[in-house]
């Protein structure tokens, strides 16, 4: 990857970093050309370049830019935060051959806090719980070599298993995959300095960590993967 590389711009940041402190759709509307000029724009760049690097490691995950971000309006009809607008950027990369936000994936999000970036499996349906549950059942050994792997955990040392105090029901207390089956999700993430956003090694920094994190989100999305095409093989 070159040094041109896209990247948010500075100008981008400081939009982003003056909507923290007038969260008001009033203010973003008068700058709403800004917004996509400095922001949107910058942003849709670098989610197609990430889309390049899939090409050589995850190609089924990439997807149109407009389809992989996510919008910058906030969903407030449940929320004590009313604010209408997020202060980041984000884009969701799932498999072409499940719906948008079904299944492991890859996330990546730049802002005045930082970048983050992340993959695994977020928030499943209790349906789609069930099936890696009992996959991983299976293939813990596995599971365990590529979660603990070396290169992995340097690039993405945050686990987020959003863990059972007991074993779920339906499995026995006792099961030698307890630590992986009590867990509710399987979500590697790191956070990196928000000067990584406007610099020409972002998309490196996001491709990088989506490759080391690839097989781990294809193991998980294997029980899926496989109900899909059962269910397209019953019409």
Do not use: C
């Not at 670098?46 to 995950?61: K, L």
């Not at 630590?179 to 990196?192: G, I, P, T």
Request: glycine letters at 6%; zero cysteines; aromatic letters at 10%.
């Amino acid at each position: 990857m070159t040094a041109d590389m896209p990247h948010l711009s500075i100008a981008g940041m400081k939009f982003l970093t003056q909507l923290k402190k007038h969260n008001e759709r009033e203010w973003f509307n008068a700058r709403k050309a800004t917004f996509e000029a400095e922001v949107q724009a910058p942003w849709l760049d670098v989610i197609e370049a990430v889309n390049v690097a899939f090409a050589g490691f995850a190609p089924d995950y990439a997807k149109p830019a407009r389809k992989v971000a996510m919008r910058i309006y906030r969903d407030i009809r449940f929320s004590p935060n009313k604010n209408p607008y997020k202060t980041n950027v984000a884009a969701w990369w799932s498999t072409t051959t499940v719906e948008r936000t079904s299944g492991g994936g890859f996330y990546a999000q730049a802002g005045p806090d930082g970048v983050v970036v992340a993959a695994g499996v977020y928030q499943p349906t209790p349906a789609q719980l069930l099936a890696i549950r009992r996959y991983l059942q299976e293939h813990h050994a596995e599971f365990r070599e590529l979660l603990e792997g070396r290169a992995l955990r340097k690039l993405m040392p945050d686990f987020d298993g959003n863990s059972l105090k007991r074993m779920p029901k339906g499995f026995a207390a006792d099961d030698v995959a307890g630590d992986v089956l009590m867990q509710r999700q399987w979500a590697l993430s790191v956070r990196l300095p928000a000067e990584v956003a406007t610099g020409a090694g972002l998309v490196r920094e996001i491709a990088s960590r989506f490759k080391a994190a690839a097989p781990l989100v294809e193991m998980l999305n294997t029980p899926l993967l496989a109900a899909v095409t059962v269910r397209k093989s019953m019409f």
